[in-house]
């Protein structure tokens, strides 16, 4: 598990109430932790079909005939599985964090403790990385995703400092962000506020937002009769979009009744918000903040 250590594991595979012969997902190989659990759990018909866009990620195959992973982003689940001849499956499990491996390896950008290239691709091919976005973005843009998606109150006053910074000289480091960012730090908080930083920019990089709705809407459609989805979240704004999905089938207001005050949500829950045990996040500080939700289609 040096690779990445999976938080809720057996909680996470246990939602899924595996069928020995079924066909299941993990959108979020990673280290394979999630898959390897569920391949023991499927008999010798069962398979499973694990999405990774990170290159990294490939070498961490199972060599395992009813296993195939698939180097893509999870967004285009439907159109990958349609190629493989899979039109509905069992259950779907997604894991959302950046995996252990992402946050040690200091060139890729991720961490807030190593100095590295101000990157934070997942897909390492992807055009736009945090260093573009720091050093090209508008101010107004900046504010507004360290705002949204770092939910930073002071969001104006950090976005005016980095214009002002790399006008000065250009932002391509983690450490050259922090210093550049340092009055905003006080030491008490200093880990907290440069996490939300961070976090608001790989979520830009990432359309890690967007992505999750993309893949949420096809899942209603994906899953058969008793199918299961078991979602790891590990920030509010991913949660609150997986809470509302499952609860409305929508992300923003509410969905529409008949005339007999009958809404049709694609999906039900199963059961209640799940989180990691003490000795869990003893074991895995990263898993302080997961949350695990279940849910099934609407009878």
């Known amino acids: 598990m040096s690779y990445h250590n999976p938080v809720l594991l057996e909680e996470s595979v246990n939602a899924l109430a595996i069928k020995a012969d079924g066909v299941y997902i993990d959108v979020t190989f990673g280290g394979g932790g999630h898959s390897k659990e569920i391949l023991k759990k499927l008999g010798k018909n069962g398979k499973l079909f694990a999405f990774d866009q990170d290159p990294d990620a490939l070498a961490n195959v199972i060599d395992d005939e009813r296993f195939q992973l698939i180097p893509e982003n999870f967004r285009y689940i439907s159109r990958f599985l349609r190629f493989y001849g899979v039109r509905k499956v069992d259950g779907i499990l997604a894991d959302l964090g950046v995996s252990s491996h992402q946050f040690n390896e200091a060139e890729r950008g991720f961490s807030i403790r190593f100095d590295g290239d101000l990157d934070m691709r997942m897909n390492q091919k992807s055009k736009i990385s945090a260093k573009e976005i720091v050093n090209n973005y508008s101010e107004e843009k900046l504010a507004e995703i360290l705002f949204l998606y770092g939910e930073l109150r002071n969001s104006r006053n950090i ?19 922090k210093n550049a960012l340092q009055k905003y730090l006080p030491k ?17 990089v990432n359309e890690e937002l967007e992505v999750l709705k993309e893949f949420l809407q096809q899942t209603p459609t ?3 009769e008793e199918g299961r989805l078991s979602v790891i979240s590990y920030h509010s704004l991913e949660d609150r979009l997986v809470k509302r999905f499952i609860r409305t089938g929508l992300f923003s207001g509410e ?5 007999f005050g009958n809404s049709s949500e694609p999906l039900q829950k199963v059961g209640k918000l799940i989180v990691p045990t003490s000795q869990e996040i003893n074991e895995n500080n990263r898993a302080r903040s997961a949350k695990l939700r279940i849910a099934t289609l609407k009878k």
């Not at 976005?159 to 962000?177: D, G, M």
């Open 159 to 177: 976005a005016k400092t980095i214009v002002e910074k790399r006008e000065e000289n250009k932002i391509e480091t983690s450490f050259q962000l």
């Open 188 to 204: 008490a908080k200093e880990h907290k506020i440069l996490a939300q930083i961070f976090q608001a920019f790989r979520i830009e």
């Open 255 to 259: 969905p529409e009744k008949d005339f």
């Open 222 to 224: 994906l899953l058969k």
